[in-house]
C-alpha cells in the first residue's frame, strides 16, 4: 500500500531526527552555554520563569480544560452574531473548499445558529451563554483565551493543532 505523501514524510526516519535534532540540539547548546544563556544573572527570586514576569506573581495555579468531546465553544463562551444571521442559510463554500474530509463531499451543509442565547457578564462584559447561569457570575474571576485560530474544521485536526501547534 503506497501511503500519501503527507503521511509518508511524516513517517519518515529522516525527517523524524532532522525535526527532532533541533529539539536535541538546542538542549545541548543551552546545556552547553550554562551560564552565559540567556537571563542568566536575572534575578529569580520571584518562581516562575528566570526574570520572568519582572513583578511578583498573583496567580497561584491554572486550571486548563481540554475537553475533547466537551460542549462547544460556540455554545458556552464564544458568541458569534454572525452565526445567527446565516441560520438555516446554505453553508459559505469559503467554509469548505479544499477541505479534505468525506463527510463534507456532495453534502447539502446548512449553518446552525446558536442553540442558546448570549449575555454580557461581570464587568469585563464577557459574553457567556445562558447555559452556564453559574460560571456568568463569576465572569470578572475567568480568563477566556480567544486568540486561538486554526483553518482546521474537522475536530481531530483542530484538537491537535490546539494542544501542539501543529497538525
Sequence with gaps: MKLPDSISTDLARRTFLGQAGIGFGSAALLSLLGRDALG???D???????GFPHHKQRIKRVIFLCMA???SHLETFDYKP????LDGQPMPESFTKGQPIAQ???????????LTKFKRH???GQYISDFLPWTAKMADDLCIVRSMLTEQINHDPAHTFMN???A
Design 40 to 42: 542568566a544573572g536575572i
Design 104 to 114: 463534507l463531499q456532495g453534502q447539502q451543509l446548512k449553518v446552525q445558529g446558536h
Design 44 to 50: 529569580t527570586s520571584y518562581s516562575g520563569l528566570p
Design 69 to 71: 468531546g466537551g460542549p
Design 122 to 124: 461581570g464587568q469585563g
Design 82 to 85: 454572525k452565526l445567527d444571521e
Design 164 to 166: 501542539t501547534g501543529t
